[in-house]
């Protein structure tokens, strides 16, 4: 019995130190995607200005009240507009941004195999 | 064997990726907040100076002018602006309400001591979670609300012209 209850307690430490590690993980990765909007080149983790540190808090307690990663996006967007992502959406201001590399697979693709057929011919 | 590639294919590449670059070239890297956007006022909770619990709802009545300044007593360009505030406070058709950003009470009472109060009501942000609410990155900023909208956002120190502008929108 005195064996099952240490077991318990430990299981509880061992859980609660976990499930607070993997917050701060997730804090980190969310603030390392977003722009710290008054410093330069900086993301919001990097920087250690008054807006960066209340960015941080902010994303803290919003993980605390439950909200998911998106959602704390989707939020700062709101507020701050699209800027302060650094993960740039798909829209028409973006396309060539994210269809450029496809592109430029497709194309180097198709030099290739050109030329492998040619070879082989 | 002799590779040919058609030169129809490069120049294609070749524009596209010139077309991207001086696309790029012409965006600004530079953070430049919309300015013009009407936005609804966000719904929030603080504190005020008195330790009292304030909401929002509560405060910014409809078809009423209020200006929400953020200060803080170590902010230097708020210094500048408060004379602005104090003669804007005279204005009766107008409130303003000042969002002191993490700062010591103490010496965010010092301050107000020693230049006057233009505020009607002065609510607390310890920890700069209520600027976020609002879309502020920094001390001062002035968001002007009427109708539950902010009509006007300033980024910086008040100054003369910006009175007059604030006067004018008002009457």
């Avoid at chain 2, 103490?106 to 109060?117: D, Q, R, T, W």
Wanted: aromatic share 16%.
């Amino acid at each position: 019995m005195r064996f099952f209850k240490f077991f318990i307690v430990i299981f509880f430490l061992v859980y609660s130190n976990l499930s607070n590690a993997q917050d701060s993980d997730l804090k980190n990765e969310i603030t390392k995607n977003l722009r710290c909007l008054i410093c330069q080149g900086q993301s919001v983790y990097d920087s250690d200005s008054e807006f960066a540190n209340s960015l941080k808090i902010l994303v803290e307690k919003k993980l605390n009240e439950g909200l998911k990663e998106k959602q704390i996006y989707e939020y700062l967007k709101s507020k701050y507009g699209e800027w302060i992502l650094y993960d740039p959406e798909f829209n028409k201001n973006t396309y060539f941004l994210w269809l450029l590399p496809i592109l430029m697979f497709l194309i180097g693709g198709a030099i290739i195999l050109k030329l492998f057929i040619q070879k082989k011919n | 064997m002799k590779i040919k590639i058609s030169p129809f294919i490069y120049t294609i590449i070749f524009l596209i990726i010139f077309f991207v670059f001086y696309k790029g070239l012409q965006n600004s890297n530079i953070y430049t907040p919309n300015l013009k956007m009407e936005k609804n006022i966000p719904s929030f909770k603080a504190k005020t100076f008195n330790n009292d619990k304030f909401i929002s709802e509560k405060i910014f009545q409809k078809d009423k002018f209020y200006l929400l300044n953020i200060w803080a007593s170590w902010c230097v360009p708020c210094r500048e602006e408060h004379s602005f505030l104090t003669k804007l406070n005279k204005e009766e058709k107008i409130k303003i309400i000042g969002l002191n950003y993490k700062d010591d009470k103490k010496n965010a009472k010092i301050f107000l001591k020693e230049l006057s109060n233009p505020y009607d009501v002065i609510l607390l942000d310890e920890d700069g979670t209520v600027a976020i609410e609002w879309g502020a990155y920094g001390v001062p900023e002035s968001f002007l609300i009427y109708n539950n909208k902010i009509v006007k956002k300033i980024i910086g120190p008040i100054n003369e012209e910006l009175l007059t502008e604030i006067k004018i929108l008002i009457q």
